[in-house]
């Protein structure tokens, strides 16, 4: 998702392909036409037949059934996008490096504790980017995976490296004890928004519409 120059996925198609021997299908998502016409054209020119990229903005493509949902920054809410496709295709594996966090500070109101740190820009900025990815990790367990976030590359090469994965949890582990959890982390997103003024958080929003919708059919 957000294929971009197409790097990422043609590697993940050669390791999956020529390495590990899958029949795989891969499709790069990318919202720059000219960018999809040049990836299509090396892999024609390679024969990589499971391999295609098409135009489309993250939210509105189709993703079907999916097995792995990729998206490498992502920016800003495209990310939250990305996420809630793999959830409603019930990917097995999500895995996003988020950037651009741009959705949550504008909303932020500083706890009256942290006032005096939070009046400067840095800080708070730096405190949306955990709190954006944060909220987006407990919303992961929320929709039945368990979730992981860490740096996968060194500082020094980017700010930009936080990886946060996603694998789903098996229905059969859903039991009563998980319920519990489930409820718990509603409680506990609440009480994050609240302590922070957060209105509203992009991926919370498209899971909630689509429980309600589902509720309505």
Do not use: W
């Amino acid at each position: 998702m957000g294929s971009g120059k197409g790097y990422l996925t043609f590697a993940a198609y050669d390791y999956f392909k020529n390495r590990l021997g899958i029949h795989v299908q891969v499709t790069g998502v990318e919202a720059r036409q000219e960018l999809v016409d040049i990836c299509n054209e090396v892999a024609a020119a390679g024969e990589f037949t499971g391999l295609k990229f098409v135009n489309s903005n993250i939210g509105e493509f189709d993703v079907g059934n999916v097995d792995i949902l990729i998206a490498l920054h992502a920016c800003n809410t495209a990310t939250d996008d990305a996420i809630f496709k793999g959830i409603s295709a019930n990917a097995g594996l999500i895995i996003v490096a988020p950037c651009c966090h741009q959705e949550l500070r504008p909303q932020m109101r500083s706890p009256e504790m942290l006032k005096d740190i939070l009046k400067h820009g840095v800080m708070l900025e730096r405190v949306a980017e955990t709190i954006t990815d944060g909220l987006r990790s407990m919303l992961l367990e929320r929709s039945g995976y368990s979730a992981k976030l860490f740096e996968f590359v060194p500082t020094e090469h980017t700010p930009k490296n936080n990886m946060l994965v996603g694998t789903r949890t098996p229905s059969s582990a859903m039991d009563a004890k998980a319920s519990s959890r489930l409820a718990e982390l509603d409680q506990r997103i609440k009480q994050i928004k609240d302590l922070y003024d957060i209105k509203e958080q992009h991926l919370e929003t498209l899971l909630d519409s689509r429980s309600k919708a589902s509720h309505q059919a």
